[in-house]
């Protein structure tokens, strides 16, 4: 079984930086994508990056070029590097892990993140 936590959450201001982090424990057999989804008040979790094994990344245009996610396969570490936060940034922010053998999905509790001045 794997756990993921997510941390990092929090306030800040328009225009600042937040890095989130999603500590996995347990074993993911083989390939897999790791990915952060958000979602506000009222509106569907969508998915915002990913990153599989191998690096590629992908990003959803709202937040293309602001953010960065990466990982560090060793530590079972993935992050979500966020600059020029904006108030629609505003979100609870998910960590999903697909492993791709099964296409099984983990995820982590979500963490808080607010953007106001």
């Known amino acids: 079984q794997v756990r993921l936590v997510e941390s990092g959450g929090g306030l800040a201001q328009p225009g600042g930086s937040l890095t989130l982090s999603c500590a996995a424990s347990?074993?993911?057999?083989?390939?897999?994508?790791m990915a952060w989804y958000r979602q506000a008040p009222g509106k569907l979790r969508e998915l915002i990056a990913s990153?599989?094994?191998?690096?590629?990344?992908n990003y959803v245009d709202s937040v293309l070029g602001r953010f960065t996610i990466y990982r560090d396969n060793v530590k079972n570490i993935g992050y979500l590097q966020m600059n020029s936060l904006k108030p629609e940034d505003t979100a609870v922010y998910y960590c999903?892990?697909?492993?791709?053998?099964?296409?099984?999905?983990?995820w982590g509790q979500g963490t808080q993140v607010t953007v106001s001045a």
């Open positions: 999903n892990i697909n492993q791709w053998y099964g296409d099984v999905h983990y």
């Open positions: 347990g074993s993911v057999f083989g390939g897999n994508t």
């Open positions: 990153i599989q094994s191998g690096g590629a990344t």
